[in-house]
């Protein structure tokens, strides 16, 4: 997934990572207990990533899905069950969620799941909002 530049076109380095890379990502990512791995319940395959992690030392919240599982509704309910369980133990009143302006997809989810777009801004040199997380 993280090799996939269609995943990673609007995450991190903007390019898919080297094998380094990733494997040293998701190291990081299963030792935060802020994030979650999103699955298929029948099989447990790996479809994802949900959750917050800090950037920069500010709470910063994320999510995404493998590129075949794209459409099907799933990062927002992933996203959803991630804020509720979260919500008692994070203030989301700080957490940044920052979507590029062409990332339609993301900003499907975040109208799906009522977020309100704060301010225009830019991440990395990439025109976006930053969304307040309602719950």
């Keep these: 997934m993280l090799r996939d530049r269609k995943v990673m076109r609007f995450l991190g380095p903007r390019r898919p990572l080297t094998e ?72 989301f009143e700080t957490v940044q969620v920052f979507i590029a302006d062409e990332n339609v997809a993301s900003k499907r989810v975040a109208e799906k799941l009522g977020w309100q777009a704060r301010q225009s801004s830019s991440k990395d040199g990439e025109p976006g909002r930053y969304y307040r997380i309602t719950n």
């Design 20 to 91: 380094d890379e990733a494997n040293s990502w998701f190291e990081s990512a299963l030792a935060n207990p802020a994030r979650f791995v999103v699955a298929e319940a029948d099989t447990d395959e790996f479809i994802g990533f949900c959750g917050i992690k800090r950037i920069d030392g500010v709470p910063d919240f994320g999510y995404f899905i493998r590129s075949e599982f794209w459409g099907n509704g799933i990062a927002a309910r992933a996203c959803r069950m991630a804020v509720e369980k979260l919500s008692a133990e994070i203030d």
